[in-house]
């Protein structure tokens, strides 16, 4: 019964780089979230994701970051031409439902993907 | 606009001190309410939640009470262990805003020396 799964768990690219990282949900759920943690602040809402559609990205930057959930496979979130702002662990997290009306349930978060830019 | 404050660490207590960490909190329409712990290099786990006004969310010692009056979700612990050094997170997932879309404070790194 695995939980939500981030791979890689740490990612060094050079400035200019592509990174991609790596998430799969828990079994049974179909919505995925991305966040991101910048050193000393909470998480920061990215994209929502169900499978082979983005629901709301309205926490992406507007270039260089894209994510996808497709029918089969991981989601993935991809940062093209990376900067040094980017370093940040990026997190992951999964439920069965997204909006049940009721809301009364937490995410299961990844471990997290640690990525730093020199 | 919605959001989460919550008290800026970090804090240090000794082994059985009492624990309190102040979150309030900015919402549109009836939020679920959450505090999360991150444990040092590990992603968050869900500590405990609240659903609607007065509810009371309780796990591993740890209580929060929901009080809509004073938009707050504080977060209590009558004996801390060192066991219990982490960052704390509260946070609301509203149901007028982005669909799943949870807000989180800043954090609370807790500190508890033996």
């Known amino acids: 019964n695995a939980g939500v799964m981030q791979n890689p768990r740490h990612l060094v690219r050079r400035r200019g780089q592509e990174a991609r990282l790596r998430c799969s949900p828990m079994?049974?759920?179909?919505?995925v979230y991305w966040y991101r943690q910048l050193p000393e602040e909470g998480l920061k809402f990215m994209v929502y994701?169900?499978?082979?559609?983005?629901?709301?990205e309205s926490g992406m930057p507007k270039e260089r970051f894209s994510a996808e959930f497709p029918k089969e496979g991981p989601s993935i979130l991809r940062i093209q031409q990376v900067v040094r702002g980017d370093s940040a662990a990026y997190f992951c997290?999964?439920?069965?439902?997204?909006?049940?009306?009721?809301?009364?349930?937490?995410?299961?978060f990844g471990s997290g993907t640690r990525l730093t830019v020199v | 606009g919605n959001s989460v404050t919550q008290m800026e660490g970090p804090v240090t207590l000794s082994e059985e001190a009492f624990l309190t960490i102040n979150c309030t909190y900015t919402?549109?329409?009836?939020?679920?309410l959450f505090w999360y712990v991150q444990y040092p290099g590990e992603g968050l786990q869900l500590l405990l939640k609240?659903?609607?006004?007065?509810d009371k969310g309780s796990n591993k010692g740890f209580e929060a009470t929901y009080r809509k009056e004073t938009t707050s979700f504080h977060l209590e612990k009558g004996s801390v262990q060192v066991s219990d050094s982490a960052v704390y997170f509260c946070?609301?997932?509203?149901?007028?805003?982005?669909?799943?879309?949870?807000?989180f404070g800043k954090g609370t790194k807790l500190s508890v020396k033996p």
């Open positions: 609240a659903t609607k006004a007065d």
């Open positions: 994701l169900q499978k082979e559609n983005i629901i709301d």
């Open positions: 997290a999964s439920s069965p439902s997204g909006f049940s009306g009721q809301g009364n349930y937490g995410y299961t």
């Open positions: 919402a549109t329409g009836y939020p679920s």
């Open positions: 946070a609301h997932k509203n149901y007028g805003g982005s669909q799943g879309n949870l807000i």
């Open positions: 079994k049974g759920h179909s919505h």
